[in-house]
Structure formats: structure tokens, C-alpha cells
């Protein structure tokens, strides 16, 4: 399985940006996916993730109320609406997906497929 994010980018604080994230390969196993993300001279963080048959979703508690998270359990991809953008969301963000009855909820979660990451800058 292969994840491939994409719509990172520049933007100001207090704007909005969306990234997709889309698997290919194997996928048939694909249960959930999600974001994780690493600031400079930072640990990597959970950031939001959905359950692709149930819906049910994730956030961590710095993005509750301003990012939205969504998955297409056809296509198997997952997008994260930002809006509300603030300097500390600057980081990498990486596109996670587990197999199977795997969920991803938080930062301790098992996820089995990262990535390569989409660079978000908030800036003015």
C-alpha cells in the first residue's frame, strides 16, 4: 500500500487549506486513515483520523472545532479541512492508514502505512 498526500502549501494565519491523501496498492484492507504531523525540533503528533466503514472520527484536542476530517472508503482516500489556521499547525503533515480492525485514534495508535508527508506553513 502506498499513500500519497497532497495540498500543502503557504498560507496566513486565520486562512484555510485542505489536504487529500489517497491509497493505492492493496487497499482492500485499508480500515483507517488519518493525519499525523511533525514540527521542527518536535516529537510527531496525531492530528485527526476517520474510521472508513463507521465514519467515526478523531481529533486531537489543538484542532477540535477548526479542522474537518473526511474519508471516501471507495476510493480510499482521506481529506483534512483546516480552517482557522494558526502559526503552531505549521509542520509536515503524513497520511497514516491501518489495516484490517486497526483504528487510529491518537498518537499511541498502531498505524501499519505513512506517507512521505506535505509541508504546511502558516505564516504572514
Known amino acids: 500500500v502506498q499513500l500519497q498526500a497532497s495540498g500543502g502549501g503557504l498560507v496566513q494565519p486565520g486562512g484555510s487549506l485542505r489536504v487529500s491523501c489517497a491509497a493505492s496498492g492493496r487497499t482492500f484492507s485499508i480500515y483507517s486513515m488519518g493525519w499525523f504531523r511533525q514540527a521542527p525540533g518536535k516529537e510527531r503528533e496525531f492530528v485527526s483520523a476517520v474510521s472508513l466503514t463507521t465514519s467515526s472520527t478523531y481529533y486531537a484536542d489543538s484542532v477540535k472545532g477548526r479542522f474537518t476530517i473526511s474519508g471516501d472508503n471507495t476510493k480510499k482516500m482521506v481529506y483534512l479541512q483546516m480552517n482557522s489556521l494558526k502559526f503552531e499547525d505549521t509542520a509536515v503533515y503524513y497520511c497514516?492508514?491501518?489495516?484490517?480492525?486497526?483504528?487510529?485514534?491518537?498518537?499511541?495508535?498502531?498505524?501499519?502505512?505513512w506517507g512521505k508527508g506535505t509541508q504546511v506553513t502558516v505564516s504572514s
Open positions: 497514516a492508514a491501518t489495516s484490517w480492525s486497526g483504528i487510529i485514534r491518537d498518537s499511541s495508535s498502531r498505524v501499519d502505512y
